[in-house]
């Protein structure tokens, strides 16, 4: 069994930052993209943020140069390093991952997703 999970939203100030960590975990054969989307209320849920294996990333245009994702293969985990924040970057942060389960084959994972609230 797969679980995905995040940690590391919470409040914080207008040009303050954060770091969201995602964890995959079990029987995990191999891992190919990770990403980070987000969801206000009322709207689709946007990508964010996506690393490849190889390490190439893409972003958001509303979060270049902001935001850096980045991945620990040793430890299946991707993070999302968010500095200079506004508040219109306020939504619930998810996580996801396209990985191969042991003897299954490749398939989207989500977690649980993560509250980033931030304060003018």
């Known amino acids: 069994q797969v679980q995905v999970v995040e940690s590391g939203g919470g409040l914080v100030q207008a040009e303050g930052s954060l770091r969201l960590s995602c964890a995959a975990s079990?029987?995990?054969?191999?891992?190919?993209?990770m990403h980070w989307f987000r969801q206000v209320p009322g709207k689709q849920r946007e990508l964010v943020a996506s690393?490849?294996?190889?390490?190439?990333?893409i972003y958001a245009d509303s979060v270049k140069g902001r935001f850096t994702i980045s991945r620990d293969n040793a430890k299946n985990t991707v993070y999302l390093q968010m500095n200079s924040l506004k508040p219109e970057d306020t939504a619930v942060y998810y996580c996801?991952?396209?990985?191969?389960?042991?003897?299954?084959?490749?398939?989207?994972?989500w977690g649980q997703g993560t509250q980033v609230t931030v304060s003018s």
């Open positions: 996801n991952v396209f990985l191969a389960p042991v003897g299954l084959g490749y398939r989207n994972y």
């Open positions: 690393i490849n294996k190889d390490g190439s990333t």
């Open positions: 079990g029987s995990i054969f191999s891992i190919s993209g």
